[in-house]
């Protein structure tokens, strides 16, 4: 049994008609496979929560823009659009307050 044949039969996708062409099927995650990752994930996101309750605004605030930054970056590899250069979609780093132009991380 194929992969995908293993994932619908225990209900984490779906099969269904492409929107556009009558020829494919589109897979899509099910309820109860989005309920089972969510069940796997909330004690990590309680763990973040308790650690980021102390932070004030702008601790908030340049872990945010750090994230935002790591996921553009991933993103890249992910797609195969990176060749060693610096990501143009990186806006490139630390606030020295809410608001104020971003520096460069690390620096």
């Keep these: 049994m194929a992969l995908v044949d293993r994932l619908v039969a225990v209900d984490h996708l779906a099969r269904e008609p492409h929107p556009d062409d009558r020829r494919r099927i589109a897979l899509q995650a099910t309820e109860h496979a989005r309920g089972e990752v969510a ?55 630390r606030r020295s307050a809410p608001g104020s132009p971003r520096g460069t991380w690390g620096r």
């Design 39 to 93: 069940a796997a994930l909330a004690p990590i996101v309680e763990d973040f929560a308790r650690i980021t309750e102390c932070l004030d605004e702008q601790q908030a605030a340049t872990v945010l823009d750090f994230l935002r930054d790591a996921t553009a970056v991933l993103h890249e590899y992910a797609a195969g659009s990176r060749d060693g250069q610096q990501s143009r979609s990186v806006t490139g780093g």
